[in-house]
């Protein structure tokens, strides 16, 4: 048999990350709006996910620059002030850690148990 996958799911959240595409589905003339195709900062909107739609509405998956994959919400993608910094948690935690907003913990602190 084959080996299945399933994308990473986040706790507490709609977010959906992936090294490997997100499952979509094809568009239909039902989107309100279409965003595939357009580019928010990093981001390349692809399509809409293929999950069941929550309350809050549809995830759109989107691909950073970097190669990663993730879901965002087409409010979210349509924010003038998100535009400029849109990018995959990957990329924005490497920019955390180049502009020093992020301590690294030792291995001391690391293992230390509560």
Known sequence: GGTSWEPEKQPHSAHVRS??????K???????????????????VLGIADFPARKSGAAWVVRCVCGYYTTRKAKTLRDPGYAARAACSECEYVAELKAGRVKLKTVAERTQRP
């Open 19 to 24: 090294h490997a595409p997100i499952p979509m």
């Open 26 to 44: 094809a568009p239909d003339h039902t989107w309100k709006v279409n965003l595939t195709g357009s580019k928010v900062g990093k981001l390349t």
